[in-house]
């Protein structure tokens, strides 16, 4: 199912102004970008694939902002879009929250998850990575 034209349209536009944004490290601006953007998604929203890259989007600004609250909600969220529990970014940014918010357990469970996705493609992406690899490593849940 597509979007009608007007509406996809808008939040095209509307996430293209946030990309700007966010790559410009004005974070805030993105996120109320982005925001707009799913608030024009019609309901049920979470049935939409532009929720699931919204909402991840929004939660790694907030992530940027080091307001990790609000970046995990964010992040969760995307995980009940279209292809959000396959993608290994969303686990990783969970994992980096939860570890940051002292919820070691779940922080492992979710970097095991992002690794289980896609190897360590998406640590090696980030130059703070290999802190997060050696966490799994640690716990010898990979090798290393």
């Known amino acids: 199912m597509n979007l009608p034209d007007r509406i996809y349209e808008s939040i095209t536009l509307l996430s293209e102004?946030?990309?700007?944004?966010?790559?410009?490290?004005?974070f805030e601006g993105a996120i109320s970008?982005?925001?707009q953007a799913l608030n024009l998604l019609p309901t049920p929203q979470a049935s939409w694939e532009a929720f699931t890259w919204l909402s991840?989007?929004?939660g790694d600004a907030f992530f940027q902002l080091t307001q990790y609250p609000k970046s995990l909600e964010n992040l969760k969220d995307a995980l009940n879009?279209?292809?959000?529990?396959?993608?290994?970014?969303i686990h990783y940014r969970i994992g980096q929250c939860q570890l940051l918010l002292g919820f070691d357990e779940e922080a492992i469970t979710s970097?095991?998850?992002?690794?289980m996705l896609d190897g360590?493609?998406?640590?090696?992406?980030?130059?703070?990575?290999?802190?997060?690899l050696q966490?799994?490593?640690?716990?010898?849940?990979?090798?290393?």
């Open 33 to 35: 970008k982005w925001s």
């Open 17 to 26: 102004e946030g990309n700007a944004l966010y790559d410009d490290s004005a």
């Open 120 to 132: 360590d493609a998406v640590f090696k992406a980030d130059p703070d990575g290999e802190v997060y």
């Open 81 to 89: 879009g279209p292809d959000g529990l396959d993608n290994s970014f």
């Open 56 to 58: 991840a989007s929004i």
């Open 111 to 115: 970097l095991l998850k992002a690794y």
């Open 135 to 144: 966490k799994l490593k640690a716990q010898h849940l990979i090798d290393g």
